[in-house]
């Protein structure tokens, strides 16, 4: 039976639930399976945020330019957007316990290689493996819950795999600031091998595998071709936009190849037996939906949240500590909504939070959009933490409908579809709102300069200003008077705020739209083929 068939018959005919068999001893336990599988993941989420508060140092320490060191944040995330699907296949035929054991493995070794790493090429080399052993474990996560809770339970198992990721993307840079500056930049890296060792034991005594019994038994090597090309492409065009302009011909290069890979990879899908990602699952209008949300609330939060720590280091001269520190609201509200909107959803279904929580999301986005240099701790507090209520609904209720409306022997594929559609729109909306922002400050800027009657500057100087006021640094010359320094300062500070203004505003955009595509979704019709089923 082909997994396009699969899918069909799933949509048509969902088969009742079946009672799981209660789990006796540890192997196997639903909620000791959420416990172990949250460790793993903690460690990759912690990493898509912690270590950007560790790149200055390990500039200073190594030695590098400021391009080698965004290629320690960018190999990882570039790695784990291409690998993500691919991985979550391999968890499908060879069992999410194996590859989620193998991913935890490889992403504390390579964690504790590079902070061994003596060159920033070593160190670059490093995350790119880490990234890759992400990949391995995310889906297999998922798949694993998917497979060991009962269909009343699972939504509130994924509100609690949610706040994890939550609060450790959030807390990541709180741990880094600490780490770094009272231990070393290399603690960073070196803390998730005891964590990955915690991992693996835990693995080894408590998961247990769960395989669909129509699981794929062979591999569609073009397909991974095709789609690792596609996302390549497509995700480095994001990552180097801002650097080679949006109207270069090299950006819109790797577009349409990226744009014509993804085509192909469809109309091979269509034809192999067994395809990576049968297009059938698209059939389901709610997993699309799903999806599609996914990535414009990644692109809401994300990319929003990529200025607010410009905003609180340098327009509010925050260490990176304190920064973190008032980013707390956000933070405690997904650890505190994420397991009430799993319950929610189990009741209601999932339109209505999802709706509620990306209307939220833009209402926060919105008042973000009318922050100013001098705002207050109350303010920012406040729509911080409506941000953060706003995503709980979102990142459960979002999953639920990927992973549910998935056929069982395809859990993995759907969890990397569901994280593959965050990390891109993450990249898309740092890329698209980075763009915006950009493009405010360069319009506004000679203005508000030549307003503030500062000394006049030539084409290449203004240059360098905006890219400095685009982060929210004043570009104050070494010997400038006290008067003409303040001047400065407060010319950039206010025109970065109407940038990060405008990018909130095209972020709160993004979040209305999603609020109807929520609309779309529904409860995870194959949810009932979880627990029980194919234990090995």
């Known amino acids: 039976m082909t997994s396009q068939t699969t899918v069909e018959q799933a949509d048509k005919a969902p088969e009742p639930a079946s009672a799981p068999t209660p789990a006796k001893g540890l192997r196997g336990h639903p909620w000791l399976?959420?416990?172990?599988?949250?460790?793993?993941?903690?460690?990759?989420?912690?990493?898509?945020t912690i270590v950007a508060i560790a790149n200055p140092a390990i500039q200073k320490d190594l030695g590098a330019t400021f391009a080698e060191v965004q290629w320690i944040t960018n190999g990882y995330f570039l790695a784990l957007a291409v690998a993500l699907i691919t991985a979550g296949k391999l968890g499908d035929r060879f069992g999410h316990r194996q590859t989620f054991l193998i991913g935890v493995v490889g992403f504390a070794a390579a964690s504790g290689a590079i902070g061994l790493s003596d060159s920033i090429a070593l160190v670059v080399t490093f995350r790119v493996l880490q990234g890759l052993f992400g990949a391995l474990l995310m889906?297999?996560?998922?798949?694993?819950?998917?497979?060991?809770?009962?269909?009343?339970?699972?939504?509130?198992?994924?509100?609690?795999?949610?706040?994890?990721?939550?609060?450790?993307?959030?807390?990541?840079?709180?741990?880094?600031?600490?780490?770094?500056?009272?231990?070393?930049?290399?603690?960073?890296?070196f803390i998730n091998v005891p964590v990955g060792v915690l991992a693996l034991v835990l693995g080894l005594v408590i998961l247990k595998d769960h395989?669909?019994?129509?699981?794929?038994?062979?591999?569609?090597?073009?397909?991974?071709?095709?789609?690792?090309?596609?996302?390549?492409?497509?995700?480095w065009a994001l990552i180097k936009a801002p650097e080679w302009g949006w109207g270069d011909g090299l950006t819109w290069t790797f577009i349409g190849v990226a744009v014509l890979s993804f085509v192909l990879f469809a109309v091979w899908e269509s034809k192999v037996k067994e395809p990576l990602i049968p297009l059938a699952l698209f059939r389901s209008v709610a997993l699309s939906a799903g999806v599609v949300l996914m990535v414009l609330m990644a692109i809401a939060f994300?990319?929003?949240?990529?200025?607010?720590?410009?905003?609180?280091?340098?327009?509010?001269?925050?260490?990176?500590?304190?920064?973190?520190?008032?980013?707390?609201?956000?933070?405690?509200?997904?650890?505190?909504?994420?397991p009430l909107a799993g319950a929610m959803i189990t009741k209601v279904g999932p339109r209505i939070p999802l709706a509620g929580g990306m209307a939220l999301?833009?209402?926060?986005?919105?008042?973000?959009?009318?922050?100013?240099a001098g705002t207050g701790s109350g303010p920012m507090s406040l729509w911080f933490a409506l941000l953060g209520l706003g995503l709980a609904?979102?990142?459960?209720?979002?999953?639920?409908?990927?992973?549910?409306?998935?056929?069982?022997?395809?859990?993995g594929v759907a969890g990397g579809l569901q994280q593959a559609a965050m990390q891109i729109g993450g990249s898309l909306g740092t890329a698209v709102l980075g763009a915006v922002m950009a493009s405010k400050v360069d319009s506004?800027?000679?203005?508000?300069?030549?307003?503030?009657?500062?000394?006049?500057?030539?084409?290449?100087?203004?240059?360098?200003a905006a890219e400095a006021v685009q982060v929210g640094v004043a570009p104050v010359p070494p010997k400038a008077p006290p008067s003409v320094a303040e001047q400065i300062t407060s010319v950039a500070h206010d025109t970065f705020m109407s940038g990060m203004g405008l990018a909130c505003l095209v972020a709160t955009g993004v979040a209305v739209v999603a609020v109807f595509v929520a609309f779309l979704t529904k409860r995870g019709a194959n949810a009932e083929a979880g627990a029980g089923v194919g234990h090995i």
């Open 361 to 372: 999301t833009a209402a926060a986005m919105f008042g973000m959009s009318t922050l100013e």
């Open 302 to 338: 994300m990319g929003g949240l990529f200025f607010v720590t410009f905003y609180l280091q340098n327009v509010h001269g925050m260490s990176p500590v304190d920064s973190g520190l008032h980013l707390l609201p956000l933070t405690c509200m997904m650890i505190v909504g994420s």
């Open 33 to 48: 399976t959420l416990f172990s599988v949250a460790i793993g993941v903690m460690m990759v989420a912690l990493d898509g």
């Open 393 to 411: 609904p979102v990142m459960v209720g979002a999953t639920e409908v990927i992973v549910g409306n998935a056929p069982m022997e395809l859990s």
């Open 211 to 235: 395989r669909a019994e129509n699981a794929p038994r062979s591999f569609d090597v073009l397909g991974i071709v095709l789609l690792s090309a596609a996302m390549f492409c497509l995700v």
């Open 139 to 189: 889906p297999a996560a998922l798949g694993l819950l998917r497979a060991s809770f009962p269909a009343e339970k699972l939504n509130m198992a994924i509100g609690i795999w949610g706040m994890v990721i939550g609060a450790s993307t959030a807390g990541g840079p709180i741990l880094g600031g600490l780490l770094v500056q009272h231990v070393s930049w290399q603690s960073v890296f």
């Open 444 to 464: 506004d800027l000679p203005g508000n300069w030549a307003d503030a009657k500062l000394p006049a500057l030539s084409e290449a100087d203004l240059d360098k």
